[in-house]
């Protein structure tokens, strides 16, 4: 079995730690470290750069780009959990369900951006359906998305997990409310739409899941839209992923209430389609932690690594 090096700079973090917990079992792994007290510093982690294969950045976006000033020409891969490259021109973005394209950057780029949690299930709705011509490039998307605390790191867990808790956390709080999210230039630049959508994030007074909800006026689009085709384009686009499923439409009819934390403690992805031919809804569900984070970022890895895609994932 070959062994591979793998280094995460920032496993303090909520992301890097889930990596770490991951990969800290796995025989065909060898998991890469500096000392405590050089974990910041610059020098000590090109040292140990130098000898991994794969380098995880679990760090934020200025932390990155100067890690990535130091060891850019390193012969290691990289996967940067942060929004610093996601939109950079030549680095791969790590959403292989996308297409073939995107699948063999993964495999055979130096550099490869992990998605962000709330733009994953924003591009697994809308990617397919501006793809495959159904909804227009210039869409007024309007999108919602629910999720767990943990997405906003340890200092949020702590003010959730705190006793006593402050009133204001037993209920959602909606964010984000400039329009100025930090993910919506991936989305934008993934889905290759012209708006950016209005988006309203909420996070809620439990740990972990996300629902993320995209609307559809069907007399918005360009040409006749209904809640069948919508269907099917999406049903086609996932049909060999097993980690990105799409409900079948008599499950959605039959569905009075979708749970955001269905999907909490795994890395799959289901997406919903419900509504009527006016109005259509596409949701998806999947865990922040899990495909939206930590999950994504190992299945990049196993790709890059050229190890079986699902390796080390749970399955919902």
């Not at 140990?48 to 060891?71: G, N, R, W």
């Not at 950079?88 to 998605?115: M, Q, V």
């Not at 739409?193 to 209005?198: D, L, N």
Request: hydrophobic share 40%; glycine share 8%.
């Amino acid at each position: 079995m070959t062994l591979h090096r793998v280094f995460i700079v920032g496993h303090e973090g909520t992301t890097g730690l889930r990596i770490h917990e991951r990969l800290s079992d796995r025989k065909d792994i060898e998991l890469l470290a500096t000392a405590d007290e050089d974990r910041k510093n610059v020098e000590a982690i090109k040292v140990v750069a130098k000898k991994a294969d794969l380098v995880f950045l679990c760090l934020p976006d200025v932390a990155s780009k100067e890690i990535m000033a130091a060891i850019g020409d390193f012969p290691c891969k990289v996967i940067d959990t942060s929004t610093a490259f996601r939109t950079t021109a030549g680095w791969a973005y790590g959403f292989p369900e996308l297409g073939e394209s995107y699948k063999t950057d993964i495999a055979t780029k130096k550099h490869i951006a992990n998605p962000g949690c709330h733009a994953s299930g924003m591009i697994a709705c809308i990617a397919p359906l501006v793809k495959a011509g159904l909804v227009p490039a210039d869409y007024p998307f309007t999108i919602t998305s629910l999720t767990g605390y943990s997405g906003g790191g340890k200092k949020m867990i702590g003010q959730y997990e705190s006793n006593p808790k402050d009133y204001f956390l037993y209920a959602p709080r909606q964010y984000g409310l400039g329009q100025e999210h930090k993910h919506l230039p991936e989305v934008q630049h993934v889905c290759g739409i012209s708006e950016a959508p209005i988006f309203m994030p909420i996070v809620d007074d439990y740990y972990s899941g996300m629902e993320v909800t995209v609307g559809i006026h069907s007399r918005l689009c360009h040409k006749p839209v209904c809640i069948d085709k919508v269907q099917q384009v999406l049903e086609d686009f996932y049909k060999h992923s097993a980690i990105i499923t799409v409900a079948p439409f008599t499950e959605n009819s039959n569905t009075s209430m979708l749970n955001a934390n269905q999907l909490s403690n795994t890395d799959s992805m289901k997406i919903y389609v419900t509504g009527n031919d006016e109005r259509i809804m596409v949701h998806a569900i999947f865990d922040n932690l899990g495909k939206g984070a930590s999950g994504a970022a190992v299945q990049c890895m196993n790709i890059a690594l050229g190890l079986p895609e699902e390796t080390g994932l749970v399955l919902g």
